[in-house]
């Protein structure tokens, strides 16, 4: 081959190479989004669990809104306190302050409480279970008790008691809604710990109806209603349903009268009811 032509081919595409290579270089230099240096920063003190708690997609997406401005450190309830002043001192911020949210289960029928109307043998699973037996339970609204929401939580926040019902230490809880995707029957909500006034139960049954199938069922009697000020509460489809818009209006007055025990006072891990729990059969 003529040594003239190789090097004519070599110089026409290296030529090629380096214009289009000028043309990349122009177009990135035209196109290219300026990221602040701080996200990443910010982003590796983060604690990269992606939990969603703060109400983003994951860290990344919660630096991005941190170096915006438009968060404050102390959102991420993930966080050690230290590890939020360390963001508010890259940034340059208070650490600010959120007011704690935790999960709250909606149901205190355990095995003590609520009676059974099937048992289910097969894989360790409320979704299994409630797909084979509708959950195995009297109360077809009750907690089926086989610990979907323990599995998936990451921050071992929730075991189950002696009664299968699932227990979450607040302390550990960081809100992040797994366990409320987890449970098949909608028992988990996440609630700010200022909201201590608490229905435990989703049953829509009314009176014996109810409590025949669980000792602490809430039995549409109406005395919270009576007793809460200024409408605080009020029954629905047979239950008995707090407006938090009111919650500074709550206290534990609303659970004296409760027959059940089917609506609560929390404080810290302590839980106020006017009965005690009534076994079943008893």
Known sequence: MDLGAVLLSVAILGGVGLFFGILIALANAQFRVYEDP???????ILPGANCGACGYAGCRAFAEKLVEGGEVP??????????????????????????????????????????????????????????????????????????????????????????????????????????????PLDLFTIMPVSQRLIVQCKNLLEGDAATDVCSVACNACGRCVADAPDDLIEMKDGL??????????????????CPTGAIVWLEGERQFSAPERIAVGS
Do not use: H, Q
């Not at 707090?242 to 709550?250: C, G, Q, S, T, V």
């Open 240 to 257: 008995a349903v707090i407006d938090y818009e009111k919650n500074e209006l709550a206290n534990k007055e609303a659970t004296a009268r």
């Open 74 to 183: 102390a959102t991420c309830t993930v966080m050690s306190d230290w590890e939020r002043e360390d963001v508010a001192s890259v940034l340059g911020v208070e650490a600010g302050e959120a007011e704690k949210r935790v999960a709250r289960l909606l149901c205190a029928g355990g095995t003590d409480v609520a009676i059974r109307k099937a048992d289910y043998y097969g894989i360790e699973s409320c979704a299994a279970a409630l797909a084979v037996t509708g959950g195995g339970k009297g109360c077809a609204w009750g907690c089926i008790g086989l610990g979907d929401c323990n599995v998936v939580c990451d921050f071992d926040a929730i075991i189950m008691n002696e009664f299968g019902l699932p227990v979450v230490d607040p302390d550990l809880c960081t809100a992040c809604g797994d366990c409320v995707e987890a449970c």
């Open 38 to 44: 701080r996200i990443s920063e910010v982003e590796e």
